[in-house]
């Protein structure tokens, strides 16, 4: 009965290219002679086959779902989903930079994903950038069962020590058995990587909120992590972004996101209008309007007798630095802990306080140039 499965799925199932390098590669995109669905070929080892038979009966959004397992001549093979995108790890590989929203939905994603592997006594065990595949209507896969397991109840550690080395919670090299907790830390990582692009060893988010979120994920004693996923979930989709236009943090529906315009994506890089505040946008829209009436007023002006172009352009930069002062300092005050911990007016206070600093140190700088240095 094997051998007419394997016989039938790999007649049904015809392999169009590798998916990987093609030495020794283990890996194909197959196509179904039945109804042309695209699917994947995938080898696998003795070990892993019974958990692919265990997750052909799952569903999830954030999982690409295992179509198949069968074996052949004493081989392993699972058939999986096709789901068109690319790795976070090829996005980080060509320098793209994920916004805040795109960062907090994709976490929030992931997290759901591992609450249903755990309720299902599942550890993956390798959450990276190079596992995680975003589709092309954006939702989140997480991909490559290669190490995964069931959970082991009372047992001291693992039999076999694998994992991506920075990914990796310590349990993994021998110091205990893994569990939820240890894809608790690889989560953390992933969650500092993409908002610093570092692991946490060599950086951190100045962010507190998330700087807290990554070192908790990343406690070398499991019990000082976060006890589940759910609980990390609930501290993810609690902080609001800040720094670009918020967006709200949905599960994956499988219907493709609107794409947005081309003004819309520059618009979320000019300052006062990154977070779509509309006190800060209509802030900003005075601020440009004036910034420009200044600098055609002051710059094409006549001169009067005694008076040099280089003092008009002083007195741009003279407004445009109160200006800009108040309208970017909570952009980086951000990164300050302190700053963080104060209430709404405490921080007014101190933006227009910065703002008039600036606006003092320059009329003394003026004032200085015009009195005293003649």
């Known amino acids: 009965?094997?051998?007419?499965?394997?016989?039938?799925?790999?007649?049904?199932?015809?392999?169009?290219?590798?998916?990987?390098?093609?030495?020794?590669?283990?890996?194909?995109?197959?196509?179904?002679?039945?109804?042309?669905?695209?699917?994947?070929?995938?080898?696998?080892?003795?070990?892993?086959?019974?958990?692919?038979?265990?997750?052909?009966?799952?569903?999830?959004?954030?999982?690409?779902?295992?179509?198949?397992?069968?074996?052949k001549d004493g081989r392993?093979?699972?058939?999986?989903?096709?789901?068109?995108?690319?790795?976070?790890?090829?996005y980080l590989k060509r320098g793209y930079h994920f916004q805040e929203h795109e960062i907090l939905s994709f976490i929030s994603q992931l997290c759901s994903a591992l609450s249903f592997l755990h309720a299902h006594n599942i550890i993956h065990r390798d959450v990276t950038p190079e596992n995680l595949l975003i589709s092309t209507d954006n939702v989140l896969k997480l991909i490559d069962f290669g190490i995964s397991r069931s959970k082991k109840e009372g047992q001291s550690q693992d039999t076999t020590i694998l994992g991506t080395v920075g990914y990796a919670a310590p349990e993994q090299f021998g110091f205990g058995q893994t569990d939820e907790r240890t894809d608790i830390y690889a989560t953390g990582v992933l969650l500092n990587v993409l908002l610093t692009g570092s692991l946490p060893k060599d950086d951190l988010p100045f962010d507190p909120r998330y700087r807290q979120i990554v070192l908790k994920c990343t406690s070398i004693s499991p019990a000082d992590r976060y006890s589940s996923v759910s609980e990390l979930k609930s501290q993810i989709m609690a902080i609001k972004p800040t720094r670009i236009y918020q967006a709200e943090i949905v599960e994956p529906s499988g219907k493709a996101p609107r794409k947005d315009s081309l003004i819309r994506r520059f618009f979320r890089h000019v300052p006062g209008f990154r977070t779509g505040n509309p006190g800060k946008m209509i802030v900003a829209i005075i601020g440009y309007f004036l910034m420009l009436l200044f600098v055609v007023v002051n710059g094409t002006r006549p001169l009067?007798?005694?008076?040099?172009?280089?003092?008009?352009?002083?007195?741009?930069?003279?407004?445009?630095?109160?200006?800009?002062?108040?309208?970017?300092?909570?952009?980086?005050?951000?990164?300050?802990?302190?700053?963080?911990?104060?209430?709404?007016?405490?921080?007014?206070?101190?933006?227009?306080?910065?703002?008039?600093?600036?606006?003092?140190?320059?009329?003394?700088?003026?004032?200085?140039?015009?009195?005293?240095l003649k």
């Open 1 to 71: 009965m094997g051998n007419l499965k394997a016989e039938y799925l790999e007649q049904t199932y015809i392999d169009l290219a590798p998916l990987k390098d093609a030495e020794d590669c283990r890996t194909y995109l197959t196509r179904s002679q039945v109804d042309g669905s695209l699917a994947v070929r995938k080898e696998i080892c003795a070990l892993q086959y019974p958990l692919y038979q265990q997750l052909i009966d799952f569903s999830h959004p954030s999982l690409a779902r295992v179509l198949e397992t069968y074996t």
């Open 76 to 90: 392993y093979f699972v058939l999986e989903e096709y789901v068109s995108g690319s790795t976070i790890g090829s």
């Open 304 to 372: 009067e007798p005694g008076d040099i172009r280089s003092e008009y352009w002083t007195i741009n930069y003279f407004f445009v630095g109160v200006w800009a002062a108040y309208v970017n300092l909570g952009n980086y005050c951000g990164h300050i802990e302190a700053y963080d911990k104060v209430g709404p007016l405490t921080r007014l206070l101190l933006r227009t306080a910065v703002a008039l600093a600036v606006f003092l140190t320059t009329g003394l700088l003026l004032y200085f140039e015009n009195y005293c």
